[in-house]
């Protein structure tokens, strides 16, 4: 009798065990199927929003289409056309890899080439003038839709001053080459490596070649 009580309650914890393992596996179920949701409903509002910034950019946004423009223009100058764009592809990024530390940085790393892109752009369409004002950069990318506003504004008045222009443009191709390699995680000096190998090596034939012909 002790045997069959013993039995039967081994049983029953086998069933509650189930009956839990069931109710776990289906909330889980619920709860990725409702953040697939949200994802979804995320992406599509960053959409529709990066859709109207593009919209102002090109300059039929209206009133408050043309003061989103004065501001992006006047933070980021001429790659402000870009930006929309940008914003979108790395939020739905984020949204699909959820939780990805090597998302995040490969972001940072996007948002960063960016704003080396603004550098760029203030640099070759503006000569650097040591006295010119900081809220200058903003107030003539804004009016004149050129140069890189605020923010490459901001790099080339950090730069200048310190490295010269020369010594500013050798930074920000540095930082433009560390960008795409976290970007796309390949190594430029492993390719590097590789053609280098195959020159060497084709050499190495080309000349066990002739000697076999001399011969």
């Known amino acids: 009798t002790g045997t069959k009580k013993e039995a039967s309650r081994k049983d029953g914890q086998k069933e509650q065990n189930k009956e839990l393992s069931q109710k776990d596996t289906e909330h889980g ?11 979804e409903v995320l992406i599509w509002i960053s959409l529709a929003f990066c859709v109207l ?14 003061a989103v423009k004065g501001f992006l223009f006047g933070m980021f100058g001429l790659p402000a056309y870009v930006f929309p764009i940008l914003l979108f592809f790395q939020i739905a990024f984020l949204v699909s ?89 390949r190594s430029l000096l492993a390719g590097m490596k590789k053609g280098g190998q195959r020159v060497v090596q084709s050499a190495m034939d080309d000349a066990s070649l002739r ?3 001399a011969d």
Request: net charge positive; aromatic share 14%; charged share 15%.
């Open 29 to 39: 179920k619920r709860q990725r199927k409702d953040f697939a949701i949200a994802d």
């Open 53 to 66: 910034l593009f919209i102002s950019v090109l300059g039929f946004g209206g009133v408050f289409g043309n």
């Open 97 to 185: 890899n959820r939780g990805s530390l090597p998302a995040w940085i490969k972001t940072a790393s996007c948002f960063l080439l960016y704003f080396c892109a603004c550098a760029y752009a203030e640099l070759i369409t503006n000569a650097y003038v040591s006295s010119r004002r900081f809220l200058d950069y903003y107030a003539d990318s804004a009016r004149y839709q050129n140069g890189g506003g605020l923010t490459g504004g901001f790099l080339v008045s950090i730069g200048c001053p310190a490295l010269g222009v020369v010594g500013t443009w050798v930074v920000l191709i540095i930082l433009t080459i560390i960008c795409v390699i976290m970007i796309t995680e």
């Open 211 to 213: 000697r076999e012909r």
